[in-house]
């Protein structure tokens, strides 16, 4: 039983290694985007309100995403694992999680951190191919990264739930990595 979150910069390959993590340790994996989709797709409330945010070009509010979140973990099959990818975003998140976590009686989360350096991310962000992937906008990626989503490094840090990842090398080499991390915990 494996209650995981992953973080790292854009490009440093969050979402492969969860889906693999989640496949291997046969936990849920749970993407922010899937999770917001489902919402909208449920016409839950908070998923409705979601889509006319979305649709007027606005992101959507913290206290907005943390309920489609609250209500994805309250789920029965979340009890046996699963893995966070893209939330928390803020420490502002990450407070509501650890709120929401403890009141929904999981035990803590450990985070898996993946670290790149700056110039392997821009170059991998660069060889993805999307139409809105520039040199200057994967910089400007990196500095939101650095702003809003590295201090949640610090944050679990401190909670001794932090595990550095080295993500350079092949999927299956930094996977492996991964794993002699996880079962060392």
């Known amino acids: ?17 969860s ?10 994996h749970l993407s922010t985007g899937d999770v917001l989709r489902n ?7 908070l998923g409705l309100k979601a889509k006319a945010i979305i649709e007027a070009g606005s992101l959507v509010s913290d206290d ?3 309920g489609i979140i609250y209500d994805a973990l309250k789920v029965k099959g979340m009890r046996k694992g699963f893995i966070l990818d893209g939330f928390p975003r803020t420490i502002k998140q990450a407070a509501a999680l650890d709120v929401l976590l ?14 790149v350096p700056e110039e392997e991310l821009i ?19 990196l500095a939101i990264f650095r702003e809003q989503t590295e201090p949640l490094i610090e944050h679990y840090s401190k909670k001794s739930a932090l595990i550095n990842i080295d993500g350079v090398g092949t999927i299956g080499e930094i996977n492996d990595r991964i794993f002699e991390r996880l079962n060392a915990c």
């Open 123 to 141: 170059q991998r962000m660069l060889g993805r191919g999307r139409n809105d992937d520039s040199a200057d906008t994967a910089r400007h990626r």
């Open 19 to 28: 889906v693999l993590i989640a496949e291997r340790l046969h936990i849920k």
């Open 64 to 66: 907005i995403m943390i």
């Open 1 to 17: 039983m494996r209650h995981l979150l992953i973080l790292g910069p854009p490009g440093a390959g969050k979402g492969t290694q």
């Open 39 to 45: 919402a909208v797709e449920e016409k839950s409330e």
């Open 102 to 115: 403890s009141e929904l009686g999981y035990p803590p989360i450990l985070v898996i951190n993946i670290v």
